[in-house]
């Protein structure tokens, strides 16, 4: 007879290795991206070259995570989420051996691709391996980690690459990659895919621009436009005033270590009763915008500033975006759902930090924080706006 103390912790050690991909996937985004603004000499080229290495890591996931997801749900996410961390640790590998610019761009469209298949893998394992109940807490838990990575990754890497050299940051990934990776063969369960009803294109099309998919999508691809850009540009911001580089990272570290402490307590609330996800989804945006327009103030203001409210807001919208996303889709679909979803955020990934840099290359970095703020804070109208209009009236 198994005992309750092995019932109570199996689904906990089946969680880790989930934990532990989430947060390789944060590391590995901002570990790079808060460390590159050097990368060139020329002010202007270093913004738009900072942008697109930036966004390649994200573009290779908008092409690639709704067909690695829609496979987990066909063929399992487990073999999608192994394959996925052996590659990441394969794509690190690259630029280790041959320490070349050119290669760096190389092995972060690879790494890119790799977290395309694992991330909504993990997503989707969260989900499935968790009752619908606890969906705020796992998906709380999960951005938890995922936050940790983020908050680790510009700081940590800033020391590995002062101590190294951006090779040594690339060696600790694929280490990371490869622990990871070996951890989830002894801990994840295998997951079996369900049987599923035949779907056309044009079920597909109808579920995805259903509102019930595209509001916590669309507020879920607003927060990380927010979040890249914050990380990639408040860097620039705290050098123009005068801070190192491990003062920087730990700086641009208190955005992930606001949403980190956020997101947990907004996914207990979730399952408790004490917050909705409209509620929690609309401040989120608001804080979010708020983010940005304090991120345009000068100095060490705009950086602490942006950083705790960026934070703060996509801390709430990540656990309720994406455990709305879980209420809403029928489980044999968890996987073409999430990566969908993930194709939302990584958009936003890409549109976030490639705006901004168009925007400063022409004028400056504030007028960039500026352009994203109005988008955030349109995205925040247009959200409340249909909130206010599927209000039922006495």
Same mark, same amino acid.
């Given at each position: 007879?198994?005992?309750?103390? &092995?019932?109570?912790?199996? %689904?906990?050690?089946?969680?880790?290795?989930?934990?532990?991909?989430?947060?390789?996937?944060?590391?590995?985004?901002?570990?790079?991206?808060?460390?590159?603004?050097?990368?060139?000499? =020329?002010?202007?080229?270093?913004?738009?070259?900072?942008?697109?290495?930036?966004?390649?890591y994200?573009?290779?996931?908008?092409?690639?995570?709704?067909?690695?997801?829609?496979?987990?749900?066909?063929?399992g996410?487990?073999?999608?989420?192994?394959?996925g961390?052996? *590659?990441?640790? *394969?794509?690190?590998?690259?630029?280790? $051996?041959? =320490?070349?610019?050119?290669?760096?761009?190389?092995?972060?469209?690879g790494?890119?691709?790799?977290?395309?298949?694992?991330? %909504?893998?993990?997503? &989707?394992?969260?989900?499935?391996?968790?009752? *619908?109940?606890?969906?705020?807490?796992?998906?709380? !838990?999960?951005?938890?980690?995922?936050?940790?990575?983020?908050?680790?990754? %510009?700081?940590?890497?800033?020391?590995?690459?002062?101590?190294?050299?951006?090779?040594l940051?690339?060696?600790?990934?694929?280490?990371?990659?490869? +622990?990871?990776?070996?951890? +989830?063969?002894?801990?994840?369960?295998?997951?079996a895919?369900? %049987?599923?009803?035949?779907?056309?294109?044009?079920?597909? @099309?109808?579920?995805?621009?259903?509102?019930?998919?595209?509001?916590?999508?669309?507020?879920?691809?607003a927060?990380?436009?927010?979040? !890249?850009?914050?990380?990639?540009?408040?860097?620039?911001?705290?050098?123009?005033?005068?801070?190192?580089?491990?003062? /920087?990272?730990?700086?641009?570290?208190?955005?992930?270590? !606001?949403?980190?402490?956020?997101?947990?307590?907004?996914?207990?609330?979730?399952?408790?009763?004490?917050?909705?996800?409209? /509620?929690?989804?609309?401040?989120?945006?608001?804080?979010?915008?708020g983010?940005?327009?304090?991120?345009?103030?000068?100095?060490? &203001?705009? @950086?602490?500033?942006?950083? *705790?409210?960026?934070?703060?807001?996509?801390?709430?919208i990540?656990?309720?975006?994406?455990? +709305?996303?879980?209420?809403?889709?029928?489980?044999?679909?968890?996987?073409?759902?999430?990566? !969908?979803?993930?194709?939302?955020?990584?958009?936003?990934?890409?549109?976030?930090?490639?705006?901004v840099?168009? $925007?400063?290359?022409?004028?400056?970095?504030?007028?960039?924080?500026?352009a994203?703020?109005?988008?955030? +804070?349109? $995205?925040?109208?247009?959200?409340?706006?249909?909130?206010?209009?599927?209000?039922?009236?006495?």
């Open positions: 007879m198994t005992s309750p103390t &092995a019932v109570s912790t199996a %689904p906990a050690r089946q969680m880790w290795p989930l934990y532990a991909a989430g947060f390789t996937t944060a590391f590995g985004a901002h570990g790079i991206a808060a460390n590159l603004g050097g990368f060139s000499e =020329d002010a202007v080229t270093s913004l738009l070259v900072l942008g697109g290495l930036l966004a390649l994200d573009g290779a996931e908008v092409l690639l995570k709704p067909l690695f997801g829609s496979l987990a749900d066909r063929v996410a487990r073999p999608v989420l192994l394959g961390l052996v *590659a990441f640790a *394969a794509a690190s590998l690259v630029y280790v $051996v041959a =320490d070349s610019p050119a290669w760096l761009w190389a092995a972060r469209l790494q890119g691709a790799a977290a395309s298949a694992f991330s %909504p893998s993990a997503s &989707a394992l969260v989900a499935r391996l968790n009752p *619908a109940a606890r969906h705020g807490r796992a998906f709380g !838990s999960y951005g938890f980690y995922k936050s940790i990575g983020y908050t680790l990754g %510009p700081l940590l890497g800033g020391l590995l690459v002062w101590a190294g050299g951006l090779r940051l690339f060696v600790a990934l694929a280490v990371l990659g490869a +622990a990871v990776a070996a951890w +989830a063969v002894l801990a994840v369960p295998v997951v895919p369900l %049987p599923k009803a035949r779907q056309t294109v044009l079920d597909l @099309v109808r579920r995805l621009a259903d509102p019930a998919f595209l509001a916590p999508t669309g507020a879920l691809a927060a990380t436009a927010a979040l !890249s850009a914050g990380v990639g540009f408040l860097p620039v911001t705290g050098r123009e005033a005068g801070l190192g580089t491990i003062a /920087t990272g730990a700086a641009v570290s208190l955005l992930a270590a !606001s949403a980190a402490i956020v997101q947990p307590r907004a996914g207990r609330a979730l399952d408790g009763g004490r917050l909705t996800t409209r /509620t929690g989804l609309a401040a989120g945006l608001v804080l979010t915008a983010g940005l327009a304090a991120a345009m103030l000068p100095g060490l &203001a705009g @950086v602490l500033g942006g950083a *705790a409210l960026i934070g703060v807001g996509t801390g709430l990540t656990p309720l975006g994406f455990a +709305a996303l879980a209420a809403s889709t029928p489980t044999e679909r968890l996987g073409q759902t999430m990566g !969908s979803a993930e194709l939302g955020r990584e958009l936003g990934d890409v549109s976030g930090p490639l705006l840099a168009a $925007v400063a290359s022409l004028t400056t970095l504030t007028y960039g924080f500026a994203l703020a109005v988008l955030t +804070a349109g $995205v925040a109208l247009a959200y409340l706006g249909r909130a206010v209009a599927n209000t039922p009236r006495r």
